[in-house]
């Protein structure tokens, strides 16, 4: 299983946000949802290999982990990515990890908690960082996720921690959309067979 792991420092945690239609002033969960859409979408297909996980650490209760691992009974389209993202946030539950939809889950969660969740069950976890090593160098296995940040990134604390405990890694020369990272990286992985 190949995951995706997508920090927004500023993404609503409200499903009211995204329902007032300004996604960008929503903490920007517009680049979350291209993200999203980079990481899960494939022409007139799905990638059910990969889950992705956002992390909205933005107001007025973060932190919400939303994950979505598409099955055959998920009701997801390119086109419906922010309604499900708000009916996830509506529907949310303190105390429990909801399963909204068939493979849409939310909780309270953080991304440090993801990730110590993850490499708990063996999952090697690159860090996407400029200065990293390229991502055409390094053995992935099978069992891998990558986590990027949002435009504003990761805070300084946890960015200095996550460098230690994890292998940073590039997709080239340039600083890129994360939806065109999540692409590249995926994009790595079908070459590979991974």
């Known amino acids: 299983m190949k995951h995706f792991i997508y920090y927004s420092a500023s993404g609503t945690t ?5 329902s007032d239609g300004n996604l960008m002033k929503a ?18 297909d799905f990638r059910k290999d990969v889950t992705f996980h956002l992390i909205l650490n933005g107001m007025p209760d973060p932190p919400k982990h939303i994950e ?10 390119k086109k419906d990515v922010a309604t499900i993202m708000k009916k996830l946030l509506y529907k949310y539950k303190p105390g429990e990890k909801k399963e909204v939809f068939p493979g849409c889950f939310v909780e309270k969660k953080s991304v440090m908690r ?3 969740e ?14 990293g090593e390229s991502l055409r160098d390094i053995e992935i296995p099978d069992e891998c ?11 300084k604390k946890e960015e200095k921690y ?9 997709v080239g020369p340039h600083i890129y959309f994360a939806s065109q990272v999540v692409a590249v990286v995926n994009n790595e992985l079908d070459v590979r067979g991974i």
């Open 68 to 77: 979505i691992l598409v099955n055959d009974d998920t009701p997801i389209s």
């Open 162 to 170: 996550l460098r230690k405990i994890l292998t940073p890694v590039t």
């Open 114 to 116: 993801v990730i110590d």
């Open 27 to 44: 903490g920007r969960i517009d680049i979350a949802i291209h993200s999203l859409i980079q990481g899960l979408f494939l022409s007139h």
């Open 145 to 155: 996720a990558f986590l990027l940040g949002d435009h504003e990134g990761f805070p």
């Open 118 to 131: 993850l490499m708990a069950k063996d999952v090697e976890i690159f860090m996407l960082d400029k200065k």
């Open 14 to 18: 409200s499903g009211k946000a995204i």
